[in-house]
C-alpha cells in the first residue's frame, strides 16, 4: 500500500515537474515572438529631487502583455530571457524604444536630465557588446551623459571583465553608472571599488521599514554617509509613503523614486504627468 501511494506520488511529482517545465518551455517560445513581432513594450518611472521636487531622471523598466496570460512581469520574463540567450535583444529594443519615444515627445533635455536603463551581465558579455551600446544611443547628441546604466552588483560580479571594458569605453563618452538595489549584494561596498559608479540607488526593501525599524533607519542612513564620503549621488527606491520620504529628506537623500511619486507608466501617461507638473507649477 505504502509502496502504491510512493508510486502514485512519484507520478504527480512527475507530472507536476513536467507541466512546470513545458509552461516554462511555451513562455520562453512566446517571448521569442514576443520580440521578433515588437510586443514587448516600456514604461517608465519619473525620479525627484528632494530639495526642490524637480524631475531628475526617468527609469525605463520593460513590460511583455501576453495575449492570453496578461501581464508577465519583468520578474520572471528577464530572467528566462538571460538564461536563453535573449537580453541582448531585449536590452537593444528598450533602448531604442525609450529613446525614440522620450526624442519625439519632446522630454528628454528639456523635462528629464537623465534617463536610465537596466543591464544585466549578459549585455557586457560578448565582443559586439560596446558597439551594441555605441549603436542604441547614436540618435542622442554626441555627450551622452544623458544616459545611466543600472546595474546590480551581481550582474556586475558575474562578468566583471566585460563590464570594465564596456564601461571604460562608454565612460569616455559620459555614459553614469548606477548601482541597482545596493545593499542587498554580498559586497555592495566592495563593488564601489571595482568599477567607475557615481550613483548608488537603495534598495526598496531598506526604504519599506524606515520608519518602523531603527535598525533600518541607521542602515539607511550609513549608506546616505557613505555615498555623501564617496561623492555618490543617491536614489532612494520603494517609497511609498509621505513619511518615508520626510525621513529621507531629513537624512539627507537627494532623490527619490515610488508610488508615491509616479508609478510606471506608458509614454502617453508620462507626457500628461509632465505636462500637469509644468501647469501646477505656473500657477503657483
Ligand atoms: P529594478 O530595476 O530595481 O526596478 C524597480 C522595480 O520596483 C520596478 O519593478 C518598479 O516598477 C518597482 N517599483 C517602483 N516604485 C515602487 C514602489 O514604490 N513600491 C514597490 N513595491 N515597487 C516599486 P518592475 O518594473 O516589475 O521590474 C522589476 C525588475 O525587473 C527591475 O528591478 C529590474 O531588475 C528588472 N527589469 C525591468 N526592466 C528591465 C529591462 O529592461 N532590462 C533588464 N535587464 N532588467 C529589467
Ligand atoms: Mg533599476
Ligand atoms: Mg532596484
Ligand atoms: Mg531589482
Not at 513590460?63 to 537580453?87: K, N, S
Not at 521599514?209 to 531603527?214: E, F, N, R, V
Request: aromatic share 8%.
Amino acid at each position: 500500500e505504502a509502496k502504491a501511494q510512493g508510486a502514485n506520488r512519484l507520478r504527480v511529482y512527475k507530472s507536476e515537474y513536467g507541466e512546470h517545465v513545458s509552461k516554462r518551455t511555451k513562455l520562453l517560445f512566446d517571448l521569442k515572438a514576443a520580440l521578433h513581432n515588437q510586443r514587448l513594450s516600456v514604461v517608465y518611472q519619473p525620479q525627484f529631487r528632494l530639495s526642490d521636487h524637480q524631475l531628475s531622471g526617468v527609469e525605463v523598466l520593460a513590460r511583455w502583455h501576453h495575449p492570453e496570460e496578461g501581464m508577465i512581469p519583468p520578474d520572471v520574463f528577464i530572467p528566462l530571457a538571460e538564461q536563453h540567450g535573449l537580453i541582448c535583444d531585449i536590452t537593444d529594443f528598450v533602448m531604442q524604444t525609450a529613446i525614440d519615444e522620450l526624442l519625439a515627445a519632446d522630454l528628454l533635455y528639456t523635462h528629464f536630465p537623465r534617463v536610465s536603463f537596466n543591464v544585466s551581465a549578459e549585455d557586457f558579455n560578448h565582443s559586439q557588446s560596446t558597439q551594441r551600446f555605441l549603436h542604441n544611443f547614436a540618435k542622442l547628441p554626441s555627450h551622452w551623459s544623458v544616459v545611466e546604466l543600472e546595474l546590480t552588483e551581481t550582474s556586475a560580479l558575474l562578468n566583471l571583465e566585460g563590464v570594465k571594458n564596456v564601461l571604460s569605453v562608454l565612460h569616455q563618452r559620459g555614459v553614469q553608472v548606477s548601482l541597482d538595489d545596493f545593499g542587498t549584494g554580498y559586497s555592495s561596498i566592495n563593488t564601489l571599488r571595482l568599477l567607475p559608479i557615481q550613483e548608488v540607488k537603495i534598495d526598496q526593501s531598506f526604504i519599506q521599514d524606515i520608519t518602523q525599524s531603527a535598525q533600518d533607519a541607521r542602515l539607511v542612513k550609513t549608506i546616505l554617509a557613505m555615498a555623501k564620503a564617496l561623492n555618490l549621488r543617491v536614489v532612494a527606491e520603494g517609497v511609498e509613503t509621505p513619511q518615508q520620504a520626510h525621513y529621507l529628506k531629513r537624512a539627507g537623500c537627494e532623490e527619490v523614486q515610488g508610488y508615491l511619486y509616479a508609478r510606471p507608466m506608458p509614454l502617453s501617461a508620462l507626457v500628461t504627468f509632465v505636462s500637469n507638473l509644468t501647469s501646477s507649477k505656473a500657477q503657483r
